[in-house]
Every structure is written in C-alpha cells, then in structure tokens.
C-alpha cells in the first residue's frame, strides 16, 4: 500500500486563488474567530465575515431564532460592530490565520458601499470582498451580490 502524496485542492476565483475550495459563508460564521476554537480555521479556504456598515448596528430585537418543522428562521438584522471596529479588533487577530478573509460588506447607499471599502482599503489581510446588495433586511438596492478580489 503506498501513502498518498499531498493533493493541491486550491481553486481559483477571478485573481483570487484559496489553499482549498471550502469557505465559511457570510452569516454563518461571525467574524470567523467565535469559531476558533471549533474549528482550525487553517484548513478552510477561507470565509467570509458577517456583514460590515459604516456604523455599528444593533440588529433586531429578540427574539431572532425561531425553530420551524422544517429548519429554522432568522431576523439578526444585520448586527455588526461596524467596519472601523472590525479593522482595529477583529482584523489583527485574523492575520494569524492561513484563510483569506473575505469582508461581506452592506450599505444603504453608494456612499456607504465606497466608504466602508475604503476603511478597508486601508487595512492589512483581506483577500476581498463581497457585496451584500440583496439583503431581505435592507430597504433599498435590492439585486444580486457580487464579489470582489483585492489589489
């Protein structure tokens, strides 16, 4: 019986290359470090981060879970600790990791898209970005997502 050699599962996406094609969806995994100690966050791909504001937001009131036959249902309400809090908190911790980070960043408007980009723009360790523009939780700007790769 011989021993398998290492097996390259990188892929890319547009510029965009990951060790692995396993990524942690936005939403699902918080900032990626509430997960650290369930998971060895060196063997994702990546993930990317819950979604980013200019501002930090609240999210809706309790209660947000709600257990269904078939699942369960969810009003979160786009809860974040707003980008530059990110930046100066969640970002260096993150840098230990070998996943790129994917920031999943919202707005109200063009505006607030361009600055929160920016903050980001500014700071170390991101591989990109993913536009959050169809949100149920937001009034305006419904369309598609989109993602973005970093300079």
Do not use: W
């Not at 607030?112 to 700071?123: G, S, T």
Request: hydrophobic share 45%; with cysteine.
């Amino acid at each position: 019986m011989s021993s398998a050699g290492a097996v390259d599962l990188s892929v890319r996406i547009g510029a965009l290359r990951l060790r692995n094609p396993i990524l942690a969806a936005s939403g699902t995994f918080g900032y990626g470090l509430e997960f650290a100690h369930l998971v060895d966050l060196n063997r994702l791909g990546g993930f990317v981060t819950k979604g980013l504001s200019r501002e930090p937001i609240e999210g809706a009131p309790a209660p947000r879970l709600c257990e269904t036959p078939s699942g369960m249902l969810n009003a979160v309400g786009l809860q974040n600790v707003g980008v530059r809090a990110f930046v100066a908190e969640k970002l260096p911790a993150l840098r230990k990791f070998n996943a790129a980070v994917i920031a999943n960043v919202f707005g109200y408007t063009l505006e607030d898209y361009i600055e929160v980009i920016q903050v980001l723009e500014d700071a170390e360790g991101l591989a990109g970005y993913e536009l959050n523009v169809s949100c149920p939780n937001v009034k305006k700007g419904v369309c598609s997502s989109a993602a973005i790769h970093r300079r």
